[in-house]
């Protein structure tokens, strides 16, 4: 198998094209509504199936387009730049699927991501608790075996997408006298008894993705849909973000460049002492600064992507747990900064929502929150770098 370290190939930039294509022309003009309305862009995962752009990363035994890690990022990159809460389809069905690639068995693969493939459903991730976020291994969830059966009870919180997805990849604790060893994975369905769905989170940006509790009571699920041995959950929800992070570095990279792109055509057109806000030093100044910053995360992302498919496939990567948090933690810091600044070059109308800027702003501040904080990413960062 060969890909490029990091460096787009001229396949991946024929991808850009289309999902950029398809973004501009389908999602963008709904995204101010999906926004707005706080609803789920229906129309645009239809869109993103039809296109075969909803869960690249899918491996083509199981009926997907078999994409590399790089190619995953640059579709969510690019539905992030008109739509951050369309470009969590993708990205959320590769968060809610990894703990299967990594450590399901065959037959757990193939009776879950065929589906996923085929744009029949999404897959979600549910893991942190209203008691465990950052400290995610003091989950109170419990699965209780019985018989060939696990009996599941908790309230998970902070679900992406939840409600709208038919799986969802769950931890719960299964040996409490073992910490964070006593923790296992399992598949949930929608349709399992017991399972509910808390009221829609009342969120300051990516309004159109839900987010919900998921609520588990007395749920009874095949002892086959635990995704690998018994204890092994917690690994494989850490080995997962290892990967994932770098979906929301993508996310990131995408909102920051909406709003940069958006910024430059205005600051262009924009007149103010007789010439293009454009003309002046310190307005060129910030454009220049906005598009370093973006530019230097995302080969740092590019980067991590690479060493993410080297490791989906085997391949020992001392340092992608430093890459992903490094490109995820850059990454967002510059979403944010950019987006701010892009409000400030449009002045009052910036913080207007007649243009997309201010939505961008908004929704660049969850990219420094989920899939851990930007200062647990330090920490990990910090903690790679000393062992």
């Not at 923790?183 to 829609?200: C, H, L, T």
């Not at 309004?207 to 009571?217: A, D, F, N």
Request: one cysteine or more; aromatic letters at 8%; glycine letters at 8%.
């Amino acid at each position: 198998m060969s890909f490029p370290l990091y460096a787009p190939a001229e396949e991946h930039d024929m991808l850009r094209e289309a999902v950029r294509a398809l973004a501009e022309e389908k999602i963008a003009p709904r995204a101010a509504a999906a926004d707005e309305n706080e609803e789920f862009p229906e129309d645009s995962y239809k869109d993103l199936v039809a296109a075969d752009f909803h869960a690249v990363h899918v491996p083509e035994e199981y009926g997907g387009a078999g994409a590399d890690a790089l190619a995953a990022v640059i579709v969510i990159e690019e539905v992030a730049r008109v739509c951050a809460s369309s470009s969590l389809i993708p990205a959320v069905n590769k968060l809610g699927t990894v703990p299967l690639l990594l450590s399901a068995s065959a037959e757990l693969k193939a009776a879950y991501l065929p589906a996923v493939a085929r744009g029949e459903a999404m897959f979600s991730y549910a893991l942190s608790e209203a008691e465990a976020g950052s400290d995610a291994a003091a989950m109170r969830t419990r699965a209780v075996a019985d018989g060939d059966s696990y009996v599941l009870d908790g309230v998970k919180t902070w679900i992406t997408n939840a409600g709208i997805s038919e799986y969802y990849t769950v931890m719960a604790v299964t040996d409490p006298s073992a910490g964070a060893r006593g923790i296992s994975a399992f598949v949930v369905e929608k349709s399992d008894e017991g399972v509910s769905f808390g009221p829609k989170e009342r969120k300051l940006g990516i309004k159109g993705s839900p987010t919900r509790q998921v609520i588990l009571e007395n749920v009874r699920i095949p002892a086959s849909r635990m995704i690998g041995a018994p204890g092994t959950g917690f690994k494989t929800a850490l080995a997962t973000l290892d990967h994932t992070r770098i979906t929301i570095a993508a996310q990131a990279l995408g909102i920051a460049q909406g709003a940069l792109d958006f910024a430059v055509g205005y600051v262009k057109e924009r007149r103010q002492f007789g010439k293009a806000i454009g003309d002046f030093q310190g307005v060129q100044f910030m454009i220049a600064d906005m598009a370093m910053k973006l530019e230097a995360a995302r080969q740092l992302t590019y980067a991590a992507a690479a060493k993410s498919e080297l490791a989906m496939h085997g391949t020992p990567v001392k340092d992608l747990t430093f890459f992903s948090s490094a490109a995820k933690t850059a990454a967002s810091d510059a979403a944010m900064e950019i987006t701010t600044d892009a409000v400030q070059l449009l002045g009052g109308y910036g913080y207007t929502r007649d243009y997309p800027v201010e939505r961008m702003m908004r929704d660049a501040k969850i990219t420094q929150i989920y899939e851990g904080t930007n200062q647990i990413q330090r920490m990990v960062m910090a903690r790679q770098l000393l062992k």
